[in-house]
């Protein structure tokens, strides 16, 4: 059974930095693409970024690119999402995601097959 949990979410103020993690457990995800999504209240989960199989296939959501830095360990079966010069706009929870034998990371909720419990991120302004 695929697992994936977040970490590292909390309340931060605007202009700081926060770090998530995802752990995947019940499959190795070396061939899998990875993704990020926020979801604020009131709002539909919107995708923020994510990673093929090869580290260097990155994509980002405007409203992120130059803040946010995600990333892979295949041997830790985990990822992350650097968060820098946060904003209250950033507040939400924030969900991982597996989209399985994906070589480029789709940017589309429906093409992803596993997903996290999620981790509540705050910015105060």
């Known amino acids: 059974q695929v697992q994936l949990v977040e970490s590292g979410g909390g309340l931060v103020q605007a202009g700081g930095s926060l770090r998530l993690s995802c752990a995947v457990s019940?499959?190795?995800?070396?061939?899998?693409?990875m993704g990020w999504f926020r979801q604020a209240p009131g709002k539909e989960r919107e995708f923020v970024t994510g990673?093929?199989?090869?580290?260097?296939?990155?994509t980002y959501a405007d409203s992120v690119k130059g803040r946010f830095t995600i990333s892979r360990d295949n041997a830790k079966n985990t990822v992350y999402l650097q968060m820098n010069s946060l904003k209250s706009e950033d507040t939400a929870v924030y969900f991982c995601?597996?989209?399985?034998?994906?070589?480029?990371?789709?940017?589309?909720?429906?093409?992803?097959?596993?997903w996290g419990q999620g981790t509540q991120v705050t910015v105060s302004s």
């Open positions: 995601a597996l989209s399985l034998g994906y070589y480029s990371a789709p940017r589309s909720r429906r093409d992803y097959d596993y």
């Open positions: 019940g499959r190795t995800f070396i061939r899998d693409a």
């Open positions: 990673i093929g199989w090869s580290s260097g296939s990155t």
